[in-house]
């Protein structure tokens, strides 16, 4: 069984899917439940999955991790189905994912008020513009893996849902908001989320 140091909403979710997805069990701990996570993972942060005493850090890393090691349609196995497979989990990790995270670093650490709504504007725009980049690539597909959600799709509708915390307006086109509901509506999207209340709550 895995074990997956989680935050409830955070990307750590996507790698709950995923683990469903492959048919695997897994056991969520909150860092909070932890009395030092940073001797697990020295910069406090998740998702970190933990099998048999080794210890995995890093989303992209864990997820490709568990794609390698599982049999799935979510990573090719080779050629240029695979590169471009992994090309699109690193634009949703190393890319969209930092382009959100400005959002929580505007709402923690900026105080004046007019800045701070210049500064949602233009992490807004960012935001809308790399959402651009994945509706032209889903023109003539329904997922970015083709046919079928793969894992960026998974991290990409994860990622989303964080918009609604802030107060700004970021636009999808019609074949992301197409995928984004697609990938949400996944019995183990939901399944993983009610997992993680189900923690919460206890």
């Known amino acids: 069984m895995y074990t997956l140091y989680y935050i409830p909403n955070a990307c750590s979710l996507a ?46 890393a864990v997820i490709l991790y568990l794609l ?9 196995a080779a050629g240029a189905p695979r590169d471009k497979a992994i090309q699109d989990i690193m634009f949703a990790n190393a890319t969209m994912h930092p382009a959100y995270s400005r959002l929580f670093f505007i709402d923690q650490h900026i105080r004046d008020q007019t800045a701070k709504q210049s500064a949602f504007a ?55 908001r197409a995928m984004l509901k697609a990938v949400q509506a996944m019995p183990n999207f939901q399944r993983a989320l009610a997992a993680e209340q189900l923690q919460s709550a206890a």
């Not at 899917?17 to 439940?33: A, K, R």
């Not at 390698?68 to 349609?73: E, L, M, Q, R, S």
Request: hydrophobic share 45%; charged share 20%; net charge negative.
């Open 15 to 60: 790698t709950q899917v995923v683990i469903h997805e492959l048919g695997q069990p897994v056991e969520l701990i909150n860092p909070q439940q932890v009395d030092d996570f940073s001797a697990i993972n020295p910069v406090a942060t998740v998702p970190v999955l933990v099998e048999n005493n080794h210890v995995h850090r890093e989303g992209a």
């Open 68 to 76: 390698d090691k599982h049999p799935n349609t979510m990573l090719p």
């Open 122 to 176: 233009a992490a807004a725009e960012a935001i809308t513009r790399l959402w651009q980049v994945v509706e032209q690539q889903l023109a003539e597909q329904d997922f970015l893996g083709g046919e079928k959600p793969a894992a960026a799709d998974i991290m990409l509708a994860v990622y989303c849902r964080w918009g609604a915390s802030f107060p700004v307006d970021l636009p999808l086109g019609d074949n992301t």
